[in-house]
Structure formats: C-alpha cells, structure tokens
C-alpha cells in the first residue's frame, strides 16, 4: 500500500481509540506490512497527533 506520493505506509497511529479495533483491520495491517502505534492511556497531548493523521486520511480517502 502506498500514499498519493508513491511512498510506502510503514506506521499508522492511533488515540486507543474503538474505531480501528477489529480482528479484520489487524490482518489487514498485518498483510500490507503496516504497523500499528496507539497513544499511551491517558494521554490527550498524544491524541492530537494521531486525530490529525486520521483527518488527513479521511479527506483524502473522500477526495479519492
């Protein structure tokens, strides 16, 4: 899997949050070589992070 700019996607990173927990997802990630990164519990200085990376996805998934 690459991005727009023919980078390979090496790490995806998420806030713990429910929206990317699935047994379907995780092999997903597992096939395409992915890895998965959550913010530490507890975190809200992390989870900025990780709601801006799946900002920018969703609006390029809508655009694409």
Same mark, same amino acid.
């Given at each position: ?14 806030? $713990? &949050?429910?929206?990317?927990?699935? /047994? ?8 395409? @070589? ?12 992390? $989870? &900025?992070?990780?709601?801006?990376? /799946? ?8 655009? @694409?």
């Amino acid at each position: 899997m690459e991005n727009e700019i023919g980078h390979k996607i090496k790490l995806l990173r998420f806030n $713990n &949050g429910g929206e990317f927990v699935s /047994k379907k997802f995780d092999a997903f990630l597992v096939e395409c @070589g992915i890895q998965r990164q959550t913010s530490a519990p507890y975190s809200p200085q992390q $989870n &900025g992070v990780a709601k801006r990376a /799946k900002r920018t996805i969703m609006e390029c998934a809508r655009e @694409g």
